[in-house]
């Protein structure tokens, strides 16, 4: 197994056919934005102000109208609203959890939905954002996996669930003010652990955190933002070179055998290649370890062998233990282990020196734990021919 292997998804991805009309400006990166202003009339000379004046009202203040934009004259925005629109994903519906959790359904270009979590808690306010529409890694314990891949989601519907979260929480400041000075946030952090692989869809990702992270806008910490990867091995390194965000890593057994079985994307990089690739992650310390996610599957991969494996495994990596209790979703072919079980697992981990928090299960009887999240409309298997359609092509 080596770690140059080509990245292939194996299945069909339709690009969405672009559509006629203004440009949407929500995702596009700085140094691309300021070319599109160009190219439509804004003199390269003001581009750069000009650039930095609408990223503000976009980002930081969640301005979606042209007209509001006061510090720009009446004559640019009249230009503006011509040729751009700022354009977010549609919140579909909301389902709010007995623990305060909120669970949106977004639709996306093309018809397509998707799946959006906020967790609340009294330290912060954690929202669970989606990569894909769909997932390809078919892993036996997610709900997610068993729905087909459709396409990677675009920087602007990544970001834009972001934004969209932040209008719910009425959490943009006034313009002229910063979002701090209205107190503690109740989004103040991001993990990509929704539904999809992140790192199949690295440049959209990559572009939407850069967006997230830009101290004139959204303005959120590098270390408060999470991406999860089952195991990409090539992208790994990039992730903390182009994005410098904490990683986290769906490890979930201690055998190629079980990992096989239950992480299918082990077959092509091992639990040996993933192992080789965190321990030269660029940003690995003490004071930036890599959390390893299990979840804990009854009589699978929770005894104490499994146990005593895993702390050997990582031996030598900056790490903590994310135990999961699994999830049980509608026709899942897995248990949850026993609650003394998780705590035996839990107990060998922490004696080794690990970190092993066990995760309180968030949002379950609105199916938005981890692992749960399927979007209704996608719940069909679609042809290729169904797919091509729905893209225009």
């Not at 994307?265 to 370890?289: F, G, M, Q, T, V």
Request: net charge neutral; with cysteine.
């Amino acid at each position: 197994m080596t770690n140059s292997a080509p990245i292939t998804q194996d299945v069909l991805t339709i690009p969405r056919k672009l559509p006629e009309g203004p440009t949407n400006l929500v995702g596009l990166t700085r140094a691309r934005l300021r070319e599109v202003l160009i190219e439509n009339g804004t003199p390269e000379k003001q581009a750069k102000m000009r650039v930095n004046q609408i990223w503000q009202w976009i980002y930081q203040w969640g301005v979606r109208d042209f007209a509001q934009m006061t510090n720009l004259s009446k004559a640019y925005r009249a230009e503006l609203a011509e040729k751009f629109v700022i354009a977010i994903p549609e919140m579909v519906s909301r389902q709010i959890s007995a623990d305060g959790t909120r669970k949106y359904l977004v639709r996306i270009a093309g018809g397509h939905e998707v799946e959006v979590v906020y967790i609340p808690e009294t330290d912060r306010g954690t929202l669970c954002i989606s990569s894909q529409v769909g997932c390809t890694l078919t892993c036996s314990f997610c709900h997610t996996g068993t729905q087909k891949l459709v396409r990677n989601l675009t920087a602007g519907e990544i970001i834009g669930q972001v934004m969209m979260a932040r209008d719910d929480l009425n959490e943009w400041p006034e313009p002229g003010k910063g979002t701090d000075e209205n107190g503690p946030r109740l989004l103040s952090n991001i993990v990509l652990m929704g539904m999809g692989e992140p790192l199949y869809n690295f440049e959209n990702v990559r572009d939407a955190m850069n967006i997230a992270m830009d101290g004139e806008g959204i303005s959120l910490s590098r270390r408060r933002i999470t991406l999860s990867t089952s195991g990409v091995v090539p992208e790994i390194a990039k992730t903390a070179q182009e994005i410098g965000c904490m990683l986290a890593v769906s490890f979930h057994a201690t055998t190629d055998e079980t990992r096989d079985k239950l992480v299918p994307i082990n077959k092509r990089w091992n639990i040996a290649a993933l192992l080789d690739a965190l321990r030269a992650y660029p940003k690995l310390s003490n004071s930036e370890r890599i959390t390893f996610e299990y979840v804990m599957l009854k009589d699978v991969n929770d005894s104490d062998e499994d146990a005593r494996r895993l702390v050997q495994l990582i031996k030598g990596i900056p790490a903590k233990i994310n135990l999961i209790p699994f999830n049980e979703w509608p026709g899942s072919p897995h248990e949850r282990s026993d609650w003394d079980r998780i705590q035996k697992f839990a107990d060998i981990i922490y004696k080794a020196g690990y970190a092993s928090p066990i995760r309180t299960p968030r949002g379950e009887d609105i199916m938005a734990a981890c692992g749960q999240l399927k979007s209704a409309t996608e719940r069909a298997r679609k042809s290729r021919k169904e797919i091509q359609a729905e893209a225009g092509l």
